[in-house]
């Protein structure tokens, strides 16, 4: 009887032995940042004009005139002829450092490298030209997938590299879920985290995304950055002059200019301004909520903001809050709609474009603030932002810049797809 009972806990042992060897797979995709180091020099004497190449890590988009213009996270803007979106075809790379966002007034291009705004002709789109840059403006950045600094003592610039990289893994059982710890140098891949129109004038400017960090108004280019809105007199538009730094406080995200109203996108609210004055934008309230990704568009009285969960934002709350805005000095809430991850979003009303990350893109009817309908739920893509533009939809995401047709907004109709490709 002992016999046996030592033979049991034997066996015993052993499968417990082997239980705690066992081996499982798990496959993810994660940002791995690498440290960049570079000088002032390098970063200014970095910009160039490239022949076209594909999309490998799309972020902003933007359009005017028929071309569209498409952030190379840090990289660059690809210039795309878009006047058939049935075939859009590329024209350029403009090689910008340490780029996140950009606008367009008339023929000059907008653009930040790193600490520089870089104005740009490209009245020949094959061939832009710097035209001006204002150095040393921008005192810090934060961009999709991490943040720069110059280092005031050494004059140099330091920042990181992101690649998304998806490997397959062998990992104890037990630790599956807890596999990223084991990567200090990465991040569990969140899908990427710039439709804004301005007043007509007799300038003509773009449109871009409701991820931007920049908007135009009248004589002027706002730009935001986490804390505060710099803002430059555009009046002769290919010489940016800069003109006052408001303080917004932290965690400032996009900006969309509606009439004359700046609506600001922050982790922790939806800030208001009266931009009567265009010089002198003046705070008139916050909406405000948890801390998530907060990008927001406007139309009359009403502001649809998405609020997400994320790595960089914090907070657990996906939904759709429907402000009500008529007193702009006391928004109100009307309803909340849960969402999966929304990003950003588009109004051309009363269709409701909203970007759900790895879920994809879902249409709207917001015909009723107090009964938005979901009309269709296009998955097998990854949207991060788009622009509601004459029926034609603009959607950028991490696989792609996609066009639909969207006459029939309860039946999206594909148009073209330019397609991410990725050398690793």
């Known amino acids: 009887m002992k016999a046996n009972r030592l033979l049991f806990l034997f066996v015993l042992s052993i499968f417990a032995l082997t239980g705690c060897t066992d081996k499982c797979e798990e496959t993810r995709t994660f940002k791995r940042f690498t440290p960049v180091t570079l000088t002032l020099r390098q ?107 110059v280092n005031p003592q050494t004059v140099m610039l330091s920042d990181q590299r992101v690649d998304y990289v998806t490997e397959t893994v062998k990992t104890d059982c037990d630790a599956v879920g807890q596999w990223a710890n084991n990567c200090p140098n990465c991040f569990v891949f969140d899908a990427l985290s710039s439709g804004s129109k301005s007043p007509a004038a007799p300038n003509t400017n773009g449109t871009a995304g409701s991820m931007a960090r920049f908007a135009l108004y009248d004589n002027f280019l706002y730009t935001v950055s986490q804390s505060d809105m710099q803002l430059f007199n555009i009046q002769n538009a290919a010489k940016p002059t800069p003109r006052s730094r408001i303080s917004m406080g932290w965690g400032i995200e996009t900006i969309f200019p509606y009439k004359d109203k700046l609506f600001i996108g922050s982790q922790t609210g939806m800030h208001i301004y009266d931009n009567a004055n265009p010089t002198n934008p003046v705070h008139l309230s916050t909406f405000q909520h948890a801390r998530v990704c907060d990008p927001v568009v406007v139309h009359d009285n009403i502001a649809y903001v998405t609020l997400r969960d994320g790595t960089q934002c914090g907070g657990f709350t996906n939904q759709l809050d429907v402000v009500d805005i008529t007193s702009l000095t006391n928004p109100r809430l009307l309803k909340s709609y849960p969402m999966q991850n929304p990003h950003g979003l588009g109004i051309d009303f009363p269709n409701l474009f909203i970007c759900e990350g790895v879920h994809g893109l879902k249409t709207f009817d917001a015909q009723s603030a107090l009964d938005i309908k979901q009309r269709e739920h296009l998955t097998g893509m990854n949207a991060y932002d788009v622009i509601p533009l004459d029926k034609t939809l603009l959607m950028i995401g991490r696989d792609g810049l996609y066009q639909f047709d969207y006459t029939n907004p309860a039946q999206l109709r594909q148009i073209s797809k330019i397609a991410v490709n990725r050398p690793y």
């Open 43 to 149: 970063v200014r004497e970095g910009v160039r004009v490239e022949d076209a190449r594909t999309l490998q890590n799309p972020g902003k988009i933007y359009t005017k005139d028929g071309y569209l213009f498409i952030n190379e996270i840090k990289e660059g803007i690809h210039l795309i002829d878009n006047r058939n979106p049935a075939s859009p075809e590329p024209v350029a790379f403009l090689r910008i450092p340490g780029n996140g966002d950009m606008a367009v007034r008339n023929n000059i291009l907008y653009a930040d490298s790193y600490m520089d705004l870089v104005a740009f002709d490209i009245s020949d789109p094959t061939h832009p030209q710097e035209v001006s840059r204002v150095e040393s403006i921008f005192s810090s950045g934060q961009f999709e997938g991490g943040s720069w600094s």
